[in-house]
């Protein structure tokens, strides 16, 4: 599957961004769908992830501020970031796995990526 993530930019602290992936196949197909990101110098690091039955998990660092989301009809992922602070800053990639079964908790990430797109929290 095919992935184009958009939506990136520079916020200022305590603002708000919405990311966008749109997919090449119905996303309703999709098993998996997740937002991972990288800071300079850090390792790619798993968001969230959400599941075609819209169950959903994030990482400790974004509960309760970030929101992961499918529109079915339009065929995109979407990323609804609040209350941002700098260290989200970061390349926000897209990913994709249109075979997983296990536990959300557990995904480690499909084989399709998006491109990033960069969040940068400054004032």
């Known amino acids: 599957v095919q992935l184009q993530a958009s939506g990136g930019g520079q916020v200022q602290p305590g603002g708000s961004l919405r990311l966008s992936c749109t997919t090449s196949m119905t996303i309703t197909s999709i098993p998996a769908m997740a937002w991972y990101r990288q800071a300079p110098g850090k390792e790619r690091e798993l968001v969230a992830v959400n599941s075609k039955y819209d169950s959903t998990h994030y990482a400790d660092s974004v509960k309760g501020r970030f929101t992961i989301s499918r529109d079915n009809a339009k065929n995109i992922l979407y990323l609804q970031m609040n209350s941002l602070k700098p260290e989200d800053t970061a390349v926000y990639y897209c990913?994709?796995?249109?075979?997983?079964?296990?536990?959300?908790?557990?995904?480690?990430?499909?084989?399709?990526w998006g491109q990033g797109t960069l969040v940068t929290v400054s004032s």
């Open positions: 990913n994709a796995d249109t075979t997983y079964r296990g536990a959300l908790r557990d995904y480690r990430g499909g084989v399709s």
